[in-house]
């Protein structure tokens, strides 16, 4: 296994347009995450799935972002309408929820960097 | 309210000496620490966690020190090499909960 895969590592796109990124987590990890961050700041979450299902949206993810995670296993997140604001490094995480209610191997994938001219 | 705190934006050390990270946080709640070092341009990696029941954990050349009635903890890395230069983060979460909560990172910086 090689962790937490995104793709792509960096996007510049034009304000208005549509963006898609990828995250393949690790493989026997049931949580995917979504997390934002900005320039001096730590990562910021978005949102998160139990395997396929989407349980929590921070307020963070206006009606322009969507995420999918189909048959629990690769996620994606949609920015419509890209804004400048929307610039940042976008993160995915997976982790191990066990029984006792941690969660283990929380390991991050390499992000993507997202720039909106 | 910034749940969790790092108040020092950076701290430099020189080189074979110790580096002390520093945060507090604010939840009682809260009972599972992380430690995690970012470079430029790459996601962040996990370092060392504590949970509340201990009030240390060690690993190799870092150490975590839990303070759970000054709601503080501390990262020790001894002694400091310069490939330990880049930005330290501390997160913490609550049994069960779905998200880490970050602080806003401490950059290190490890002279020569």
């Known amino acids: 296994d090689t962790g937490v895969s995104q793709n792509p590592r960096h996007k510049i796109t034009k304000r208005g347009q549509n963006v898609t990124f990828r995250c393949d987590p690790i493989s026997e990890h049931n949580r995917l995450y979504w997390y934002r961050q900005t320039l001096g700041q730590g990562p910021e979450f978005l949102t998160y799935?139990?395997?396929?299902?989407?349980?929590?949206k921070s307020r963070l993810l206006s009606d322009r972002f969507s995420a999918e995670r189909p048959k629990g296993s690769f996620s994606t997140l949609e920015i419509q309408r890209t804004e400048q604001g929307d610039s940042a490094m976008y993160l995915c995480?997976?982790?191990?929820?066990?029984?006792?209610?941690?969660?283990?191997?929380?390991?991050f994938g390499s992000g993507t960097r997202l720039t909106v001219v | 309210d910034q749940q969790v705190k790092q108040n020092s934006p950076s701290l430099s050390v020189q080189e074979g000496r110790i580096s002390i990270l520093n945060c507090d946080y604010t939840n009682s709640m809260f009972d599972y620490f992380l430690w995690y070092k970012k470079y430029p341009a790459e996601g962040p990696t996990f370092l060392i966690s504590?949970?509340?029941i201990k009030d240390k954990n060690e690993d190799g050349r870092f150490t975590v020190f839990l303070n759970k009635s000054a709601k503080h903890l501390s990262l020790h890395i001894v002694p400091s090499q310069p490939g330990d230069s880049a930005v330290y983060f501390c997160a913490a979460s609550a049994r069960g909960n779905y998200q880490l909560i970050w602080g806003a990172g401490t950059k290190l910086i490890i002279k020569p």
């Open positions: 504590i949970s509340s």
């Open positions: 995480a997976s982790s191990f929820l066990a029984g006792t209610g941690f969660y283990y191997g929380y390991t």
């Open positions: 799935f139990q395997n396929e299902a989407q349980l929590e």
